[in-house]
């Protein structure tokens, strides 16, 4: 059984060695999004750090709604006085249903970018790169073909941490055994199991969490478009202008004490609600900003309900803690520096890997 465990190990590393190298190298420099934006987009995705209030939520709308005449909003993702990054505003442009997003000064009103398509600046299509290795949307290819592959991916990635664990189940005999003065094979051998094992919990941790983002984002659009359902075209507003939106964020706080407002999801398609995303008080880490909603009538702006993650079960928690886990951003730079690193590692246990195997497989075939 070990032995197949092996071979089927091996196999699966070579297979899948370039497409896990791209998912992980991209993974690795993704870690730090937030500061390569800021250093390759300087006056469109940061601010400096100020005192200055935001305008309201409804004012802003309003000037988003008259420089972009063309477009709807589709989301907002927020940020508190004083944040040193620019609202980021996802848009819809009318007669299409294509998402385009724009930066936006919340203290003047004043949008730093125009909308831009998904993938036009470096850490986006990088992003796109990451989770599809940008085969969505090759006309050749089924849709969601690029989801479909990384899922398959992350399973490929789970079966290799866990079988390698198995594998070497005794890795704490020989966990820092390096043999440097014997030859190559054997140093690479070492190498291999000494960073595949010190590299294995965050790798499982990766595999897991990147493959329920795929898994949930497939299932998404499979009950939103069912039976070739197509994408709402976007032709007119689909709230009431007359909503405000402030009042909204207001009430959600009300609804769950100390919540803080992060994103909002505009109706995009009909029949949709307003919906107030945030972060109830907690001291788990791992929980996102994002974890807690609650809904209210496009129309009529009437609240409709809560979800407050606090209240939910530990599977619901569980699943919410995967944003922070897989993207890093729940220990400060220590995790990240960790998680950036080991993001690196799949490529030395390529190229270990790859080795070994080739010189066991010529070693077999000179016996036969």
Known sequence: ???????????????????????????????????????????????????????SLTELTARINQQLPNFEIGSWEIFPVGHDEAD????????????????????????????????????????????????????????????IIGLILSLFLLFMGVSGLIMY????????????????????????????TFASPVLLILAITGG?????????????????????????RLYNDNVNIDELVTDSQ????????????????????????????????????????????AQTGDYLSTYNLNDQSIGAKTLDSFRRLHFGTFGGLPIKVLWSVVGLTPLLLAITGTYVWWQRRKKRLRRK
């Not at 007669?95 to 600046?121: F, I, M, R, V």
């Open 88 to 147: 980021r505003v996802f848009v819809i442009k009318k007669g299409t249903d294509t998402w385009h997003k724009a930066h936006l000064n919340p203290q003047t009103g004043d949008l730093l970018s125009q909308p831009t398509e998904t993938g036009h600046y470096l850490t986006d299509w990088l992003v796109e790169l990451h989770y599809t290795l940008l085969l969505n949307d090759l006309n050749n290819l089924p849709e969601h073909m690029g989801l």
């Open 169 to 196: 189940r005794r890795f704490w005999a020989r966990l820092f055994t390096l043999r440097w003065n014997q030859r190559l094979l054997a140093v690479f051998s070492d190498l291999h199991k000494m960073v595949g």
């Open 212 to 236: 329920y983002y795929n898994i949930l984002i497939f299932y998404e659009e499979w009950v939103e478009h069912a039976g070739g359902a197509e994408h709402h075209i976007m032709s007119e």
């Open 254 to 297: 009300q609804r769950i004490e100390g919540f803080k407002a992060t994103f909002l999801l505009f109706p995009y398609e009909p029949e949709l609600p307003f919906t107030v995303f945030g972060r109830a008080p907690t001291a788990n880490p791992l929980l996102s900003n994002y974890g807690s909603v609650s809904n209210y009538d």
């Open 1 to 55: 059984m070990r032995k197949t465990l092996h071979k089927w190990h091996g196999w699966a590393g070579i297979i899948c060695m370039v497409p896990f190298l791209v998912i992980c190298l991209t993974g690795s420099i993704l870690v730090f999004k937030k500061e390569i934006d800021a250093w390759l987009l300087p006056d469109i995705a940061a601010l400096p750090v100020t005192e200055q209030p935001r305008l």
